[in-house]
C-alpha cells in the first residue's frame, strides 16, 4: 500500500471524527442552551426540564464516544497495511557474501 493511501486514510480518519465531535458538541450545546432558557422563562420547571435533557445529552454523548472508537478501529486497520522496515523485501533475494577462508 503507498504512503499516500496510508497518509491520506489518516487525514480522513481525523477529519471524520472531528466533524462528529464537533456535531455532538453542538448538540449538547443546543440542548443546554434550550433548557437553560426554558428554565428562565419558567423557574418552576426546572427540574422537569433536567431530567428531560439528561437523555438526550446522553444519548449524543455516546455518539461522541461511537464515533471515537470507530476511528480508533480504523487507524489500528490502517497500521495493519504498514510494513515495518526491513521486512518489505522476500529474504531469500538477499544475497549473503561467502566467506572467504581468511
Known amino acids: 500500500m503507498n504512503m499516500l493511501h496510508i497518509g491520506l486514510g489518516y487525514l480522513g480518519i481525523g477529519i471524520g471524527a472531528g466533524m462528529c465531535l464537533i456535531g455532538a458538541a453542538m448538540g449538547i450545546s443546543k440542548l443546554a442552551s434550550a433548557a437553560l432558557e426554558g428554565g428562565a422563562r419558567q423557574p418552576e420547571a426546572i427540574g422537569p426540564l433536567q431530567t428531560m435533557m ?4 446522553a ?7 461511537l464515533a471515537l472508537v470507530i476511528a480508533l478501529l480504523a487507524v489500528l486497520s490502517l497500521n495493519k497495511g504498514i510494513v515495518a522496515g526491513g521486512e518489505a523485501g522476500s529474504h531469500a533475494s538477499i544475497a549473503v557474501p561467502a566467506e572467504t577462508g581468511r
Open 54 to 57: 439528561i437523555i438526550p445529552a
Open 59 to 65: 444519548m449524543i454523548e455516546g455518539l461522541g464516544l
